[in-house]
């Protein structure tokens, strides 16, 4: 299908806040979701957002949906050194998701 | 709860030798999919079950690949024969609904 596009890389440090952008392809996408894959591990759910929304907060993740523009972000406040990881964008697209190629979070202390 | 369950966890295998992963998706999730995670990349689709019934392997290559999901509860993918390109992370998700899914830790499959 076509690209999810994410940007491949973000190093912070220890106690700011993390912004992961990424930019969809499918208008009609039902779903936004963001997992999150620590290093020989499967992916985790982190958080999703439906189409209809514009903001969703979950303690320390903030989502934010631009529908016009088919962009999503995820800010992760007072970032820990153990959300060090790669976080995947994905779209429900149909019966699957099409994933973002990851964006790998480093948080140095 | 349990979440999805697959093994083994790490395969390393000759190149032409058949393989085998297994998954076991969470209790009552009636839909079960395989990817197939590339290296530096993210998971593609490579099957989707809804209970026995394939519904959707448009992007298995059929000529090597082939699934099951025989009583609609545990699924199994096969490679045979395994060819270089083959190498990668083989991830079980399942879901209840179609849009929250939740994935397994993956088998990781070498191919030498």
């Known amino acids: 299908g076509e690209d999810v596009e994410q940007s491949l890389f973000l190093s912070v440090r220890e106690g700011d806040s993390s912004v992961i952008n990424c930019t969809y392809t499918?208008?009609?996408?039902?779903?936004l979701y963001w997992y999150k894959q620590e290093p020989g591990a499967g992916l985790q759910l982190l958080t999703y957002?439906?189409?209809?929304?514009d903001m969703k907060q979950d303690q320390r993740l903030t989502v934010l949906l631009n529908k016009k523009d088919k962009h999503l972000s995820l800010r992760i406040a007072d970032t820990q050194t153990g959300d060090s990881a790669i976080y995947f964008c994905?779209?429900?697209?149909?019966?699957?998701?099409?994933f973002g190629k990851g964006t790998s979070l480093l948080v140095t202390p | 709860e349990a979440g999805v369950v697959q093994s083994p966890r790490y395969k390393i295998i000759e190149k032409k030798q058949p393989v085998a992963f297994w998954c076991n998706p969470i209790?009552?999730?009636?839909?079960l999919y395989w990817y197939r995670q590339n290296l530096g990349q993210g998971p593609e689709l490579l099957i989707r079950?809804?209970?026995?019934?394939?519904?959707?392997d448009s992007q298995l290559p059929k000529d090597r690949f082939s699934a099951e999901r025989l009583k609609g509860v545990d699924s199994t993918l096969k490679i045979q024969p395994a060819e270089l390109g083959d190498s990668a992370v083989y991830l079980c998700?399942?879901?209840?609904?179609?849009?929250?899914?939740?994935f397994g830790p993956g088998t990781r499959l070498l191919v030498l």
């Open positions: 998700a399942s879901s209840d609904t179609t849009e929250t899914q939740y």
């Open positions: 499918d208008s009609s996408s039902t779903y």
């Open positions: 957002i439906f189409s209809n929304m």
């Open positions: 994905a779209e429900f697209s149909g019966y699957a998701l099409n």
């Open positions: 209790s009552g999730h009636n839909t």
């Open positions: 079950y809804e209970n026995e019934e394939a519904v959707d």
